[in-house]
């Protein structure tokens, strides 16, 4: 199953560098997330794009910095991090109808393991 | 707010039975059940969207009490691939769109 795919796979960076994870979805949804997950937490809630507009900012920090050029794509831009921000970012995207998440299941890709150093 | 998961972890043998539970404090429009193997994406498992549903997935079922706010997941005859972590989404009544995560069953099944 490659319907949603994450690049990089593995990223390491230091605390001054830029760097983005692309996400891309194969399923022809209209709804597209990123989540962060971080060990013996819960899944985070980042941004919300619906139609390629953003319909959420779960309060995240600005040296975070989505873009979502098409319904297709995804990306999330980082700059200045912390070693606190080293966790799994997971992507996924999902069909919205009538604007309810439980019109469809979200499809995760396999992430990003990001270490910050 | 995120729902709770108990029990946090459980250790089974092949052919043993399990219960995961999730509970939110807010009135839900529907409860999603997915497993985690390490290193790999979360797949999905189910939807449940009416109070009292059950469903049911080989022999990994669920039911979704509305007025108790509460989900259970039930493994039956557990199997070594049900091994994983497994999560809880819940879709609030006054949150149409998200899905609040709850922190995850780890289950692992033993031969």
């Known amino acids: 199953e490659t319907g949603v795919t994450q690049t990089p796979r593995h990223l390491v960076m230091g605390m001054t560098n830029k760097k983005s994870l692309k996400c891309e979805q194969h399923l022809g949804h209209n709804a597209m997330y990123w989540y962060k997950q971080s060990a013996k937490k819960p899944l985070e809630l980042m941004f919300v794009?619906?139609?390629?507009?953003?319909?959420e900012n779960n309060s995240v920090p600005s040296r975070f910095s989505p873009e979502c050029p098409n319904s297709s794509h995804l990306f999330l831009h980082l700059h200045t991090l912390q070693p606190e921000d080293s966790a799994l970012y997971l992507c996924a995207s999902s069909q919205l109808r009538g604007g309810r998440a439980s019109t469809d299941t979200q499809y995760f890709g396999p992430g990003t393991r990001l270490t910050v150093l | 707010q995120q729902p709770v998961q108990s029990p946090q972890a459980v250790i089974l043998r092949e052919g043993e039975d399990a219960v995961i539970n999730c509970s939110s404090s807010?009135?839900?429009?529907?409860v999603h059940w997915y497993r985690q193997k390490h290193g790999e994406a979360p797949i999905f498992l189910m939807i449940?969207?009416?109070?009292?549903e059950q469903k049911g997935h080989d022999k990994i079922s669920a039911s979704f009490n509305e007025k108790k706010q509460q989900s259970s997941l039930y493994l039956t005859a557990s199997q070594l691939s049900y091994s994983g972590t497994y999560f809880c989404g819940t879709e609030k009544v006054l949150d149409d769109y998200k899905l609040s995560f709850g922190a995850g069953t780890t289950v692992t099944v033993r031969a």
């Open positions: 807010k009135a839900l429009y529907s």
């Open positions: 794009y619906s139609l390629e507009e953003r319909v």
């Open positions: 449940l969207l009416k109070g009292g």
